[in-house]
Nanobody
Framework: QVQLVESGGGLVQPGGSLRLSCAAS????????MNWYRRAPGNQRELVAS???????YYVDSVKGRFTISRDNAGNTVYLQMNLLKPEDTAVYYC?????????WGQGTQVTVSS
């Protein structure tokens, strides 16, 4: 069983930055693909960024050039650096770890971009 705990959300003005962290209960990055999803009110859950076990990344078009997913060398924390934030980035952000049938989620952290 993998436990994921997100932190780093909050209120930020447009154009500002936040860094989300996702701490895993073990060193899982050598096996699991790590993903950040978000869900805005009234919208479906959206995959924002992904980092697979070999280090390849994916970003949804709306965040390319502004968000960066990364992990620490110890293999138990993944980050989402969010720059140039926009009001439309407002959502609950969720960390996800996935490998074959294993699919784990964090509790979510609220990001609000507003002046």
């Amino acid at each position: 069983q993998v436990q994921l705990v997100e932190s780093g959300g909050g209120l930020v003005q447009p154009g500002g930055s936040l860094r989300l962290s996702c701490a895993a209960s073990g060193s899982i990055f050598s096996t699991y693909n790590m993903n950040w999803y978000r869900r805005a009110p009234g919208n479906q859950r959206e995959l924002v960024a992904s980092l697979n076990h070999s280090g390849s990344t994916y970003y949804v078009d709306s965040v390319k050039g502004r968000f960066t997913i990364s992990r620490d060398n110890a293999g138990n924390t993944v980050y989402l650096q969010m720059n140039l934030l926009k009001p439309e980035d407002t959502a609950v952000y969720y960390c996800n770890a996935r490998f074959m049938r294993d699919d784990y989620w964090g509790q979510g952290t609220q990001v609000t971009v507003s002046s």
